[in-house]
T-cell receptor
Framework: EPEVTQTPSHQVTQMGQEVILRCVPI?????FYWYRQILGQKVEFLVS????????KSEIFDDQFSVERPDGSNFTLKIRSTKLEDSAMYFC??????????????FGNGTRLTVT | AQSVTQPDIHITVSEGASLELRCNYS??????LFWYVQSPGQGLQLLLK??????LVQGIKGFEAEFKRSQSSFNLRKPSVHWSDAAEYFC???????????FGTGTRLQVFP
């Protein structure tokens, strides 16, 4: 069964550095998402992306965050200047059609980001 | 505001015992409801979903969940737990007018032999 793949599985970065988290969604999917889970807390929606633009974002997704689909296969999340509180597990997800039309999200295994 | 509550942070059961994980949601209408499981080092795997129709839904790995509108609940059940079911379980709500899932804080299931 096709999978959403995320790289790297674990990334350590210093505060203030830029980081790019990479995701390869399932190939025929059109809707893409980032979620994050701070240790011990709930999984939180960050952003959804469709047709090369952000369709919805949460209040967490401020100017430090950006997403991009640079080619036909990758979907990236960039954090411009990392803060300690950005340390979390970041999940990428994709969907063939818009959520709710009997179409659940497919999640990747996540990238654990540690900001020191 | 929309929210999901999983009141049990940690549950321990013996292998072969029955299991019920609780989930309550707060939403103005009937949302889409999901249960996901996360094994250590793994991503979120969909166990089952409810969109409409029959309020008792069957999922993978022998799990089922029942939607009760009057109680705003969507509890997950399994009649006989296996050691491989040890994982973190997340209930989630998908409001029909948005593109996001709202997750509960999760319930960690430990299974003793």
């Amino acid at each position: 069964e096709p999978e959403v793949t995320q790289t790297p599985s674990h990334q350590v970065t210093q505060m203030g550095q830029e980081v790019i988290l990479r995701c390869v969604p399932i190939s025929n999917h059109l809707y893409f998402y980032w979620y994050r889970q701070i240790l011990g807390q709930k999984v939180e929606f960050l952003v959804s992306f469709y047709n090369n633009e952000i369709s919805e974002k949460s209040e967490i997704f401020d100017d430090q965050f950006s997403v991009e689909r640079p080619d036909g296969s990758n979907f990236t999340l960039k954090i411009r200047s990392t803060k300690l509180e950005d340390s979390a597990m970041y999940f990428c997800a994709s969907n063939k059609r818009k959520q709710g039309l009997n179409s659940p999200l497919h999640f990747g295994n996540g990238t654990r980001l540690t900001v020191t | 505001a929309q929210s999901v509550t999983q009141p049990d942070i940690h549950i321990t059961v013996s292998e072969g015992a029955s299991l019920e994980l609780r989930c309550n949601y707060s939403y103005g209408a009937t949302p889409y409801l999901f249960w996901y499981v996360q094994s250590p080092g793994q991503g979120l795997q969909l166990l089952l979903k409810y969109f409409s129709g029959d309020t008792l839904v069957q999922g993978i790995k022998g799990f089922e969940a029942e939607f009760k509108r009057s109680q705003s609940s969507f509890n997950l059940r399994k009649p006989s737990v296996h050691w491989s079911d040890a994982a973190e379980y997340f209930c989630a709500v998908g409001p029909y007018n948005t593109d996001k899932l709202i997750f509960g804080t999760g319930t960690r299931l430990q299974v003793f032999p």
